[in-house]
């Protein structure tokens, strides 16, 4: 009987080609080498389309211009806002913008370089002219007077004054997902040496002015200068090991009470004065630290429960 396997048609099988049973011999082994590519390719093909393989078109080295097959950890696609963060970080206008919880009772968040450092000087720019002692809240009649808790200087900025204020608004609606109607305008601050705000709630204990836009929910901070020694926010009553914050054996005697954010340029501060069920929240207690050396400029939007209008 013939060694050749005949398949349809009569045309021998793949590795039948030989005489004898050595052609036998070599079919299976064939059809294996042949398996094991077409797993190979699909392995290759899935790699690629996963992007987790790239295949340039030629090589960067000297040996020659043949496609070099480089691994690489798959491509993350950048959203719009993190394409716009990485041009204005090459432009020197603001780092990368990241965020630390500070606390959860109160609920308090810093945002690492929320603005840029040309934003903090037009908004100090914006204010100097008009600047004039900062009062507080009389909780008895609603209006404001004169306290030696709070020796500040200080001047509100109109709600959308002009092109860069609003985008400021904008950002700290988008941030805190709060209207931008609901915002006060903002307040800008400074503090010389010696200079503090005792602890204090922004939430109001009066009717008068809640009649407007209703309770404060949350504070937005935002430092608009570095302070050399001193000034930082204080939450006394937070409930938090102060000890374990780190670089404590830098902060103020006054920072030392609670935990505290020691003012960069750049950064912001949210807390929130309401508990998610609406009701005050007591942990919200804060006081700004006096200034020791140097001085300090802030500026601060308080965000009401509904519209504010202005």
Known sequence: MAGRVAGRGGRPLLGGGGGGGGGGRRGKPSKAILAALLLASAALLLLLALGALSLP????????????????????????????????????????????????????FVYHNFLSKEECEHLISLAK?????????????GGSKDSRVRTSSGTFLRRGQDKIVRAIEKRISDFTFVPIENGEGLQVLHYEVGQKYEPHFDYFHDDVNTKNGGQRIATLLMYLSDVEEGGETVFPSAKVNSSSIPDYDKLSECAKRGISVKPKMGDALLFWSMMPDGTLDPASLHGGCAVIKGDKWSSTKWIRVHEYKV
């Open 57 to 108: 078109a030629g090589s960067d080295g000297a040996g020659g211009g043949g496609a070099v097959l480089s691994l690489h950890r798959p491509r993350i696609r950048r959203s719009a806002s993190e394409s716009c963060v990485t041009i204005l970080k090459k432009h020197g206008e603001k780092g990368e913008p990241w965020t630390e919880v500070l606390s959860w009772e109160p609920r308090a």
């Open 129 to 141: 002219p008009h600047m004039k002692k900062s009062t507080v809240v009389d909780s008895a009649t």
